[in-house]
């Protein structure tokens, strides 16, 4: 997923994809245990898929608390 889609969910989509996206990491990491992936990489792609949604709300949280404290008259 491209950090441009990433950008354009809304919040709740966001927390459900980082919800879904960490079910299916789990899922594959199980099925890689039991019988080899043929493409490994893809349990790569979908941590960083999952670092990239967590980044983004992350910086959601953190725009959302600076444009309050501007709000409020508490500049840092």
């Known amino acids: 997923?491209?950090?441009s889609e990433i950008k354009e969910l809304s919040t709740?989509?966001?927390l459900e994809r980082i919800?879904?996206?960490r079910t299916m990491l789990v899922r594959m990491?199980?099925?890689h245990?039991?019988?080899p992936l043929d493409n490994?990489?893809?349990v790569n792609e979908v941590k960083l898929t999952i670092a990239r949604l967590l980044t983004e709300m992350r910086t959601?949280?953190?725009n959302k608390k600076?444009?309050?404290e501007t709000t409020n008259g508490k500049e840092s």
């Open 1 to 3: 997923m491209k950090i």
């Open 19 to 21: 919800d879904t996206e």
């Open 66 to 68: 600076s444009n309050s």
């Open 40 to 42: 490994t990489h893809k």
């Open 60 to 62: 959601r949280e953190l």
């Open 29 to 31: 990491k199980l099925n």
């Open 12 to 14: 709740p989509d966001l």
């Open 33 to 35: 245990a039991i019988t």
